[in-house]
C-alpha cells in the first residue's frame, strides 16, 4: 500500500492501548531493517528522518526507498519529518513524499509556538499530510527539561490543529547519565485533557516498565534513534575485529548488521505492542 500518514495508525493505537515504534534511519540498511522487523512483527511503523537530512538529497533519497518499500510491504508505514525547523522546511518534506511532519518550536514562547505550528499545520493538512508539535522541551544531551504543561497541552492542540502532540514528561534525546523517571501523573493528566495521541521522544534507554505506563495515558508514538544507530556503529565495530584486513563488498559486510538491528527494532516493537 501507499505511505500512510499517523492518522491512519496512532488514534487506532492510542485507543487499543498500544505504542507505534517510531524509529529514526540514516540510510537504506537502517531503513530496510525497521521495515523488515516490523513486517516480521506485523505491526504498523512510523519511519522517521532527521531533519538535518534534508539539507541534502539524502531525505529524498531515503523517502524514495521507503515508498518503494511500503508499496509491497504487508503493514502500514508513516514517513515523518523529524523535528522540522521551519514551515520553509516542512514544505521541502511535503514536496518529497513525506506523509506526516513535526514541526519543533519547543524553544520559542508558547504563544510563537503556536504561531508557527498552527502556519505548519495548516500547510500539511492542505496536503493531506499529518503534523506532530511539541510543548515544553525534550532537550537534546545535557540540555534543559521544561516539563508540558496540561492546560498548555489543551490551548495548543486546540489553536494548532496538530494530530500529535509531543509531550515532555521528563525524558532527554541522547543516553541518560542515570535510569530515567517519566513524570506519568503528568502525561495521565495530559491524556486526560487532550484526546489527540501524545508523542515520547526520547525513547532510548527509557524502561519498558515506564514506557508501558506512559502508553496506558495516551501516549501512542515513542521515538527511538540513539540506541538504534549506536547498535549499527557498534555491529560494524564487531565486524571490523572479525574480519580484519579481508574485503568484503559493503552489501555483505552490513548484512549481520542488519540482522542485528532488526532483531533489535523487533524486541522495541514487541515491547510497545
Ligand atoms: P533518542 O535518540 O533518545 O532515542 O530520541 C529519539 C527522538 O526522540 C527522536 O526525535
New binding site residues.
Given amino acids: 500500500m501507499p505511505l500512510v500518514t499517523l492518522n491512519e495508525i496512532l488514534p487506532a493505537a492510542r485507543k487499543a492501548g498500544c505504542g507505534v515504534a517510531a524509529f529514526?534511519v540514516a540510510n537504506m540498511e537502517t531503513l530496510y531493517a525497521v521495515v523488515r522487523a516490523a513486517e516480521i512483527e506485523n505491526s504498523p511503523l512510523i519511519v522517521q528522518v532527521y531533519q538535518r537530512l534534508f539539507g541534502d538529497e539524502r531525505a529524498a533519497l531515503i523517502a524514495a526507498m521507503a515508498a518503494k518499500l511500503a508499496k509491497r510491504a504487508t503493514i502500514p508505514i508513516v514517513l515523518h519529518l523529524?523535528?522540522g525547523n521551519s514551515v520553509e522546511q516542512v514544505k521541502k518534506a511535503i514536496g518529497i513524499g513525506y506523509t506526516s511532519v513535526m514541526i519543533d518550536c519547543s524553544s520559542l514562547p508558547f504563544n510563537e509556538n503556536i504561531k508557527h505550528t498552527a502556519e505548519a499545520a495548516k500547510i500539511a493538512h492542505q496536503s493531506g499530510v499529518t503534523i506532530e508539535g511539541e510543548i515544553g522541551h525534550v532537550p537534546f544531551g545535557d540540555g534543559e527539561v521544561k516539563l508540558s504543561d496540561a492546560a498548555e497541552a489543551v490551548e495548543f492542540v486546540a489553536k494548532t490543529g496538530v494530530d500529535a502532540l509531543a509531550v515532555s514528561i521528563g525524558t532527554i534525546?541522547?543516553f541518560y547519565k542515570k535510569e530515567p523517571r517519566l513524570d506519568i501523573e503528568r502525561a495521565r493528566e495530559i491524556g486526560r485533557k487532550v484526546a489527540i495521541p501524545l508523542v515520547l521522544?526520547?525513547?532510548?534507554g527509557v524502561p519498558e516498565e515506564q514506557l508501558r505506563q506512559a502508553i496506558a495515558c495516551g501516549v501512542a508514538k515513542i521515538?527511538?534513534?540513539?540506541?538504534l544507530q549506536n547498535l549499527f556503529i557498534r555491529e560494524i565495530a564487531v565486524e571490523i575485529k572479525k574480519n580484519g584486513e579481508k574485503f568484503i563488498p559493503v552489501d555483505l559486510y552490513l548484512k549481520p548488521v542488519e540482522d542485528k538491528i532488526i532483531e533489535y527494532a523487533r524486541s522495541k516493537i514487541n515491547a510497545l505492542k
Fill in positions: 529514526n523529524d523535528h534525546h541522547g521522544h526520547g525513547g532510548t521515538n527511538i534513534a540513539t540506541e
